[in-house]
């Protein structure tokens, strides 16, 4: 069972393979999630300290491009739960100008992922 561990250093148990948006959000974490995990908003994005993963979804690389965010954050919604990480998330629901954090996400990736190795 992977460790996520988040930057006020509480720790979250999470199944092989979970969602890590889901992993967040059903741990308690106050996530935003606003395009329901297609890639599209990027209010799921979350900062790694340790253990970002080296598979990328394309969608999730062509909207971090698109944001100038490429480098600097990563997509919870397009990553997997397979190993041990050490992250921030970034934007919350409280706080926002938004009533609900969105849609909840379905279990798989979704657009149907397209696995690259993610480029340096
Ligand atoms: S990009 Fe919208 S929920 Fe992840």
Redesign the pocket.
């Known amino acids: 069972m992977p460790t996520i561990t988040l930057d006020n250093n509480n720790t979250i148990e999470v199944p092989d393979n979970k969602r890590l948006?889901l992993a967040l959000e059903d741990g308690g974490v106050d996530m935003l999630?606003?395009?329901?995990?297609?890639?599209?908003?990027?209010?799921?994005r979350v900062a790694f300290n340790e253990g970002e993963p080296t598979a990328m979804t394309a969608a999730e690389r062509d909207?971090l491009a698109d944001g100038g965010l490429f480098g600097q954050v990563r997509?919870?919604?397009q990553i997997l739960c397979d190993h041990d990480m050490r992250l921030a998330n970034i934007n919350h629901l409280i706080g926002s100008p938004y009533d609900s954090a969105?849609t909840r996400?379905h279990d798989e990736i979704t657009p149907d992922p397209q696995w690259i190795n993610r480029p340096h």
């Open positions: 948006v999630h606003r395009c329901g995990g297609y890639a599209k908003c990027t209010t799921c909207r997509l919870s919604c969105g996400p």
